[in-house]
């Protein structure tokens, strides 16, 4: 039979976990780029029993090119003051990040700009190859050193890369929001203390939005194709919208903050402000799982078109890890304005069929 981490287990290495981003020594951000990487898997593929999980160093490098791809612009938000210069943000206290240099040049020498696009070209495999490099000898080396000394809680190295310890990828599953949360945090913090950025961050405090969310020039792409490919008609209520469409994040954005394709949905401003940060009841989970099987096709362009990842497998073991939670927690799923129900196991049910399904 499975065996599961006590509560006691999960609390003890939130614990260490916090000591790590307050005692460890963060000249880079990689460790934070490491610990999120870590996470995302760990819900993409990892379990809630204590059974320790295999991570490729590709793999990890991966998360890496997506999470740094967005940082190696320029950084600007529209609205330029005037004590500020255009400019790449720097991610360490000394030279040029490597992980950054790498993407940048891919970029240039391939003429691409969007990441959904890169995945495409032959020549990425060799980007993979050199930002596992940097990762295995940077990050994945240090990132367990506290105060001095070296406390391997995390994981251990193998042969292709790294194993979780047994429990560790059920920790990072119930602690997905939270470690995304404290490790933006301090991925910014690192920012904004870098002197070399204060010229180009000026007065304005968008970094957020600019470090991890879809830009909008993005989302704007994905907002009038789905529009196209649904006639307007948004995804909850059924109705026609007949001002400008909202695009939301089915599964919330701030569960589980980072955009696939897939997890968006059309919807009314009204009906998207009152759903906010709930997740949807068993009816919007069956639509769905129907729309995003039917127009696979469709999405997958729409995902290219907007320069944003597809990922079918991934979004569905989101939905599935964000509707356990929802259900271990006691939480409420919203129905319609004013109206909720309760999450029930069904909701998992409905996700591992299709899970099978697609297997
Ligand atoms: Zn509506």
Redesign the pocket.
């Known amino acids: 039979m499975a065996q599961y981490p006590s509560s006691d287990q999960h609390l003890a290495f939130l614990v260490k976990l916090q000591r790590l981003l307050s005692e460890g020594d963060f000249t880079a951000t990689y460790k934070f780029a490491l610990l999120m990487a870590l996470a995302d898997i760990a819900v993409g593929r990892g379990h809630d029993d204590v059974r320790p999980l295999d991570i490729p160093m590709r793999d990890i490098a991966e998360k890496f090119i997506d999470y740094y791809w967005q940082q190696t612009m320029p950084y600007s938000s529209g609205l330029k003051s005037a004590d500020q210069t255009t400019g790449i943000l720097s991610q360490n206290m000394g030279t040029t990040a490597k992980v950054v240099s790498d993407i940048q040049k891919f970029r240039n020498a391939n003429h691409i700009d969007s990441i959904a696009r890169a995945k495409q070209f032959k020549a990425f495999s060799k980007l993979v190859t050199s930002v596992a490099q940097t990762v295995s000898k940077q990050p994945v080396t240090y990132l367990q050193n506290i105060a001095g000394g070296t406390d391997p809680f995390v994981y251990d190295r193998s042969a292709i890369g790294v194993q979780l310890k047994p429990g560790v990828s059920s920790h990072l599953r119930k602690f997905h929001g939270l470690i995304q949360r404290m490790a933006r945090d301090r991925w910014i913090r690192h920012i904004k203390s870098n002197k070399r950025n204060i010229p180009i961050l000026g007065q304005k405090d968008d970094l957020h939005s600019f470090l991890f969310e879809t830009n909008r020039n993005a989302l704007g792409i994905v907002s009038k194709n789905l529009s196209k490919l649904f006639s307007k008609k ?6 026609r ?1 007949n001002d400008t469409p909202d695009v939301d994040h089915f599964i919330p954005f701030s569960m589980y903050g980072r955009d696939i394709a897939q997890n968006f949905v059309l ?2 401003g ?2 998207n402000r009152s759903k906010s940060d709930i997740l949807a009841a068993k009816r919007h989970v069956e639509n769905w799982l129907q729309q995003i099987t039917r127009y696979q096709d469709n999405i997958s362009q729409i995902a290219l078109d907007a320069g944003v990842i597809s990922d079918q497998q991934t979004i569905l073991s989101v939905a599935k890890w964000s509707y356990q939670q929802g259900h271990e927690a006691g939480a409420h799923a919203w129905v319609k304005k004013g109206e909720f129900e309760r999450i029930g196991n069904l909701h998992s049910q409905v996700i591992t069929t299709i899970l099978d399904c697609s297997d």
């Open positions: 948004c995804f909850y209520c059924g109705g919208i919807a009314h009204a009906c």
